[in-house]
C-alpha cells in the first residue's frame, strides 16, 4: 500500500494542496460532533472522505453514523482487531462489511474513503480500494441522509453512547447524493508517485446535507467551510484545533512503547499527555539522527519525573519491562529530573533548579553537535546555550561519564517516572500544544506553538522539519 503521510524524512517535496489544520477527538472527554439535516436527501448514494491519526488502538470507535432508533442505525467505525467496518441494521435486518486491512500505525494519517450507489459500496486507503471479508449488495436504505441525527466520532446508537474516535481528523467531506472514488479527494503526482497526498476538493457536488470541515476556526470547530449548516461540537474547545496534518506530521508519544512488567499508565489529548501508573515511559513517535530539535514538557504533577532523550533501548529495554532511573541508570538514556539533577549511566550530577508542577521544561537535542540543553519557564540550566553549537555550553552531556550521541544511532525524546506510586503527570509540546499557550513561539520556518522562544536554528519536531533538516 501506498505511504500517505509524509512521515519520511526523505521526504523532500512542498506538496501543491496544504491542510492547515486538524482536530483532536479525546475519547475520555466523550467529544464529538453532531448534526440533525432539516430534509432528506439520498439515503443510498453518498460518500464519506476524511484523513485520521489515531491515538489508541484495538478498541471499537465510530467515525460516523446516524439512528433513528436503537434498533435501525447506519455506522461506519475502526472494530476492536483495528479494521474498518461499513453496518446498517433494520430492526430485525443486519447487512454490512468488514475490511481485510488493519489500521495499526499511530503515527501516520491515513485518508479514508466510503462510498454507496445502491447495491455497490467501496472503501479506499490511501488512494488504494481495499478488499473486503464479505460484501453487501442490498439496496435497502440505511438512516445516512434522513432527517435523523447524524454523528461524527461517535456511536450513532441512541441506546449506547460509547465507542468515540481517539485520535485527530482532518478534511471530512460528507457528500449526499453522489459515490466519488478516493482519487476525487487525493491524488499522487510526477513528483511522489508512492506518496497519497490531499488534494482541493471543494468543487465537488455536495447535495443536499453534504459539509466540508477544514477545523480551521478554533472557535466553531464544527463550521461547515461548503457554507451549509454548522455541527454543534460537543466536549470539544479552542485547543483541539491542532496542527498536526497529513501535510505536516507532527511527533507525539508512542503509544506502542509500554512497560509491560509494571502498571505503564495512560496516554490522553492525542498522545499529548501521559499519566504514568508507576516506573513507566513515554516516548515520541520520530525519532532523529541529525538537525537540532526543540520541544516543551509541561509537568502537571512534577512527581518523580526524568524529562530526556535516548536511543531505541528505549522502547526494548521497556516493553522488556526495564524501568529506567529506577533500579539502573543506562548507558543508552539521559534524563533530567524534577529534583536538578542529571542522570546518566552510573552517573548522578546536579545540574539545574529543577522543577515544580506546571512549569514547562525546554528540551534543545543538538545532533549536529551531539548536545542536549534543558531550560525551566525559558531559563536555560546550568548557564546553558544551546546556539553554542561546537563550544557546547552547559551541554548537560557533560555531565555523563559518556556521550549517547557519540554513537550516531537515532534518538527519541521521552518522559519517564521511577515512583512506583505514578505520581508525575506531564504534557508534552512537540509544536502541537493541547494546553493554552499564553504568549506563542513558532521556530524559524514558521511551524509549532510553544511557550517559550525557540533557540535559533532549532525545529519542531514534524515532518517538514524533518524533510528539511533530519
Not at 454523528?151 to 471530512?172: I, Q, S, W
Not at 489529548?269 to 509541561?298: L, Q
Not at 538514556?333 to 542522570?343: E, K, N, P, R, T
Request: aromatic fraction near 14%; include cysteine.
Amino acid at each position: 500500500m501506498p505511504i500517505n503521510s509524509f512521515l519520511l524524512p526523505g521526504a523532500k517535496f512542498i506538496p501543491g494542496y496544504e491542510v492547515a489544520n486538524s482536530c483532536r477527538f479525546e475519547e475520555g472527554d466523550s467529544a464529538y460532533m453532531h448534526i440533525t439535516p432539516g430534509s432528506a436527501g439520498h439515503a443510498n448514494i453518498w460518500t464519506l472522505s476524511m484523513w485520521i491519526k489515531r491515538s489508541t488502538l484495538s478498541t471499537t470507535q465510530f467515525l460516523f453514523g446516524s439512528s433513528s432508533s436503537a434498533s435501525n442505525f447506519e455506522s461506519i467505525r475502526i472494530n476492536d482487531d483495528d479494521t474498518l467496518s461499513f453496518h446498517r441494521y433494520l430492526t430485525t435486518k443486519q447487512f454490512g462489511w468488514d475490511s481485510i486491512i488493519k489500521l495499526r500505525d499511530p503515527s501516520a494519517w491515513y485518508h479514508l474513503v466510503f462510498s454507496r450507489s445502491g447495491a455497490t459500496q467501496k472503501y479506499y486507503i490511501n488512494g488504494v480500494e481495499g478488499a473486503k471479508t464479505n460484501d453487501d449488495t442490498s439496496t435497502d436504505t440505511g438512516d445516512f441522509n434522513t432527517t435523523d441525527e447524524h454523528r461524527l466520532c461517535h456511536r450513532p446508537d441512541k441506546a449506547d453512547g460509547t465507542n468515540h474516535f481517539d485520535g485527530y481528523m482532518a478534511e471530512v467531506y460528507w457528500i449526499d447524493g453522489t459515490a466519488y472514488d478516493a482519487d476525487d479527494f487525493g491524488e499522487f503526482d510526477e513528483d511522489s508517485p508512492t506518496i497519497w497526498k490531499p488534494k482541493d476538493a471543494s468543487g465537488l457536488t455536495f447535495g443536499t446535507n453534504g459539509f466540508y470541515l477544514d477545523f480551521e476556526d478554533s472557535s466553531n470547530l464544527g463550521n461547515d467551510a461548503n457554507g451549509g449548516t454548522d455541527l454543534t461540537e460537543v466536549n470539544l474547545a479552542a485547543t483541539d484545533q491542532t496542527t498536526d496534518t497529513p501535510t505536516n506530521n507532527f511527533a507525539t508519544f508512542n503509544p506502542l512503547v509500554r512497560n509491560k512488567d509494571y502498571n505503564d499508565g495512560s496516554l490522553a489529548e492525542g498522545n499529548t499527555y501521559f499519566a504514568p501508573g508507576g516506573r513507566a515511559i513515554a516516548c515520541s513517535s520520530i525519532g532523529v539522527t541529525s538537525g537540532k530539535w526543540y520541544a516543551e514538557f509541561k509537568a502537571t504533577d512534577s512527581g518523580a519525573l526524568y524529562i530526556g532523550v535516548g536511543d531505541l533501548q528505549l522502547g526494548i529495554q521497556a516493553n522488556q519491562g526495564n524501568p529506567i532511573f529506577y533500579d539502573n541508570n543506562p548507558s543508552y538514556a539521559i534524563g533530567y529530573g524534577a529534583d536538578g539533577s542529571i542522570q546518566y549511566n552510573t552517573t548522578s550530577s546536579s545540574y539545574g533548579s529543577g522543577y515544580s508542577d506546571d512549569d514547562i521544561i525546554g528540551v534543545a537535542l543538538d545532533m549536529d553537535n551531539h548536545a542536549l540543553y534543558f531550560s525551566v519557564n525559558g531559563t536555560w540550566q546550568n548557564s546553558g546555550d544551546p546556539t553554542s553549537a561546537g563550544s557546547k555550553t552547559g551541554d548537560a552531556t557533560s555531565e555523563a561519564s559518556y556521550n549517547p550521541l557519540d554513537d550516531g544511532g537515532e534518538m527519541f525524546m521521552f518522559v519517564s517516572d521511577f515512583s512506583a506510586a505514578g505520581v508525575g503527570q506531564c504534557y508534552v509540546n512537540f509544536g502541537n500544544p493541547a494546553f493554552t499557550i499564553s504568549s506563542g513561539n513558532a521556530d524559524g520556518n514558521g511551524y509549532g506553538n510553544f511557550e517559550y522562544a525557540v533557540p535559533s536554528g532549532f525545529y519542531a519536531l514534524c515532518t517538514k522539519n524533518l524533510a528539511e533538516y533530519g
